[in-house]
């Protein structure tokens, strides 16, 4: 039998199979009406479609688990039209198309170690690491005397992604940026 949690037991980021579709609990609340049984108010993010949904249980409804399995893999190189990955311990090497990556490579230099996250053998997610260095390739210099507080200006790093960096960063400094956030941090 598949593993399962009660709707009262749920927590933020819990994976569930729900509805024939791959689900991520992304916000829940416990809800105690006046009047009525109590019952469990249920944002859901359905991982392939990205869509959200909400949907109430009874707190003792049994929600399916799913079982995610994450695992390391080395990013090799894009063709173009694939992105190549190999796994460090057998050396298998796998293919995504740019459908399946979206934007999680956009800040991931070849050799980079990643992590992909599937289901049933399915990989449905690719995370890059959180922090990455990279290097500026093309930005404006910052104009002298232009000291208004917290300026940004765009910039290209070597991967080809575009971010807003502080005035003073000029072409070829190595930045520090949040993947998750496409912020800049810091100078490194």
């Known amino acids: 039998m598949a593993d399962v949690v009660e709707a009262g037991k749920i927590s933020n980021g819990l994976t569930i199979q729900f509805e024939g579709n791959l689900c991520e609990i992304i916000e829940f609340q416990h809800v105690k009406p006046g009047k009525g049984s109590p019952f469990v108010r249920v944002k859901l993010k359905n991982i392939t479609s990205g869509g959200v949904i909400e949907r109430t249980f009874?707190?003792?409804?049994?929600?399916?688990?799913?079982?995610?399995?994450?695992?390391?893999?080395?990013?090799?190189?894009?063709?173009?039209?694939?992105?190549?990955?190999?796994?460090?311990?057998?050396?298998?090497?796998?293919?995504?198309?740019?459908?399946?990556?979206?934007?999680?490579?956009?800040?991931?230099?070849?050799?980079?170690?990643?992590?992909?996250?599937?289901?049933?053998?399915?990989?449905?997610?690719?995370?890059?690491?959180?922090?990455?260095?990279?290097?500026?390739?093309?930005?404006?210099?910052?104009?002298?005397?232009?000291?208004?507080?917290?300026?940004?200006?765009p910039a290209t790093l070597e991967t080809g992604a575009e971010v807003s960096v502080p005035l003073f960063v000029n072409n070829g400094d190595k930045i520090k940026i949040d993947t998750r956030t496409g912020e800049y941090l810091s100078r490194v």
């Open 58 to 153: 009874r707190p003792t409804e049994k929600l399916e688990k799913a079982i995610i399995e994450r695992k390391d893999m080395q990013y090799l190189y894009n063709d173009g039209d694939l992105y190549y990955y190999m796994d460090p311990e057998s050396y298998e090497q796998i293919s995504l198309s740019k459908e399946d990556v979206g934007d999680a490579m956009k800040f991931v230099k070849d050799n980079e170690t990643v992590s992909m996250k599937s289901h049933d053998g399915k990989i449905f997610a690719v995370e890059p690491p959180l922090f990455v260095e990279l290097e500026v390739t093309n930005t404006e210099p910052g104009v002298k005397g232009n000291t208004a507080t917290n300026a940004t200006k």
